[in-house]
């Protein structure tokens, strides 16, 4: 399995930009970067997901680099509801496992007011 | 629109008692996922339907765990006898299969604490 690694914790000052690392050196041709985030007590969320160039949308960006080794999930303007574990899990576009969604300990985002 | 609907919230039982989790899918949907989740382990996938039927149980720690899909809308993961080590959330996720982004819904999820 394509494995992911992020770091444990991370901080941000509400109302900053917040950059999200997350390697995957082993990424496949047909895997798809996908992001998921859980907030405190409640279940995981979809927040993004990209497979080569930058995606855009409502929630955050995602940022993959030229060679698909490694992501950045930016949330523009951290806000206090933006503290939550944050996933970077890579997905096979087909074929056996597609539907697998492989949870790895994620960053723990805590936003300073 | 409705979301993911699992029940109970909480559940609070001893060892050797039966347990039912349920789950209600979002409208439409045709992807059934059951994870649990532990500080020690993370969420790790249990079991997984699609159309009613199940594609993939690998994940389900033993015989004692069951799941089944009586029709297209509802779950239940069922435990029997409980343990402590059962102790956890278990979430369930509902999704379109084959939509473009593959988005995995979450419920709320059951916290399970056998004593």
Known sequence: DAKTTQPNSMESNEEEPVHLPCNHSTISGTDYIHWYRQLPSQGPEYVIHGLTSNVNNRMASLAIAEDRKSSTLILHRATLRDAAVYYCILRPYSGAGSYQLTFGKGTKLSVIP | ?115
């Not at chain 2, 993911?4 to 008692?17: A, D, F, L, N, Y």
């Not at chain 2, 079991?47 to 594609?55: D, L, Q, R, S, T």
């Not at chain 2, 089944?68 to 102790?87: C, G, H, V, Y």
Request: proline share 5%.
């Open chain 2, 1 to 115: 629109d409705a979301g993911v609907i699992q029940s109970p919230r909480h559940e609070v039982t001893e060892m050797g008692q039966e347990v039912t989790l349920r789950c209600k899918l979002i409208s439409g949907h045709n992807s059934l996922f059951w994870y649990r989740q532990t500080m020690m382990r993370g969420l790790e996938l249990l079991i997984y339907f699609n159309n009613n039927v199940p594609i993939d149980d690998s994940g389900m720690p033993e015989d004692r765990f069951s799941a089944k899909m009586p029709n297209a809308s509802f779950s239940t993961l069922k435990i029997q006898p409980s343990e402590p080590r059962d102790s956890a959330v278990y979430f369930c996720a509902s999704s379109l299969a084959w939509a473009d982004t593959g988005e995995l819904f979450f419920g709320e999820g059951s916290r399970l604490t056998v004593l």
